[in-house]
């Protein structure tokens, strides 16, 4: 198995599976949801669509364990923030690296370089902009911070089922 790590959304990656990293706090809600029984969770790219989703009545993305369960080759996605590198994404790439083992592209290898200079996904969460962003918008919000830093947490696998409409529909 091959992993390698796309840092950004403009940079493309050919592998059979693909993992998605936002970690702060798009994918860790997403996953809550899920763990709480939600049925499904609606994505959409802009307040606009979701909106218009409230007011209205493929591809799999797979876990660590179930990612490279397949023996596959495995690209992970990170999210980044209007299009720019996010570290929290990148320490979560690293992570995800790691726990694939495999032979690693040097993308792979410098996620998960990084990742390791970190003691902590809190420490790196907090170091990040996303982090930042949190902490200066008041104490309410950086609590989200060590929330989303916890791994391994739960027991569900986000899996993209298919668009509905413009939004994508995810299930467990």
């Known amino acids: 198995m091959r992993v390698h790590v796309a840092f950004t959304p403009e940079e493309s990656a ?46 799999v993305t797979l876990g660590v364990e179930a990612a490279a369960a397949t023996g596959d080759d495995v690209a992970v996605f990170c999210a980044g923030v209007k299009g720019a590198f996010a570290l929290d994404d990148a320490y979560v790439a690293g992570r995800v690296a790691e726990g694939l083992g495999g032979e690693r592209s040097d993308a792979a290898e410098a996620a998960l370089r990084l990742a390791r200079s970190y003691a902590s996904a809190e420490e790196a969460f907090r170091a990040s902009r996303s982090g930042r962003n949190l902490i200066d918008h008041g104490p309410e919000l950086e609590a989200d911070i060590p929330y989303c830093a916890r791994e391994s947490v739960l027991s569900v696998v986000p899996k993209l089922r298919g668009m509905h409409g413009v939004a994508a529909e995810i299930g467990a």
Do not use: F, K, M
């Not at 970690?23 to 939600?38: K, M, P």
């Not at 959409?44 to 909106?51: D, F, L, S």
């Open 14 to 59: 050919a592998a059979p599976t693909g993992v998605v990293i936002d970690v702060i706090r798009a994918t860790s809600t997403i996953c809550q949801a899920l763990a709480s029984g939600y049925e499904r969770v609606l994505c959409a790219a802009e307040v606009e669509q979701a909106r218009a989703l409230r007011d209205s009545d493929g591809r």
